[in-house]
């Protein structure tokens, strides 16, 4: 059991816990220790992000919590993506040239990876704006039978082609992968 400064049990990753009335354990948004201080890394500071965000110290709204775990970690994540890249290369560096093989390795395919899901999101937000423009103009030519059979028709059309495409896009980046980790060993 580690205490903290103020006499308080320290929980993991440096987290103050203490009981409340009810019995219920109360946790401090201090979730760093001040050994970390300006070496912290990308993880340690998006998770004190996210508990900040999470965990109200007194009670405030949500949107007002989250405002100011952006304005307090915004400029903490630049250093913390400079330290994380600069411990992952001199972890890299001690290795020897099979652990610079597996970054490389590791790094390409997850590049690849999200280089489909990024196309993928992209047509499938086009493909969505089409549909509902589609679905607006239907709903406004309603009037004529055969104008929504058409319209109706068309939406389908733009479904069926988000499919295909979505098909494609995923075959199409998991045979990329499997090149990749084939050629990589």
Known sequence: MEIGDNGVDLGENGTEVENNDFGEKDVSVTFMRS???????LLEVLKQMVLQIVYSRDGTPFIRRTKQAFLENGPLVKQAAINSTKNLMDWTHRGGP???????????????????????????LAATTNTIIVGLLMSLAAVGGFMAIFFTCLVAIFVGA?????????VTTLVTI????IAAG
Do not use: C, K, P
């Open 35 to 41: 050994d970390y201080a300006g070496e912290e890394g």
């Open 162 to 170: 988000l499919s295909v495409a979505a098909f494609v896009i995923s």
């Open 178 to 181: 499997t090149a990749v980790s």
């Open 98 to 124: 099979w652990r610079a093989f597996l970054v490389i390795s590791v790094g390409t395919i997850l590049l690849l990876a999200m280089t489909g899901f990024g196309a993928f999101m992209l047509f499938f």
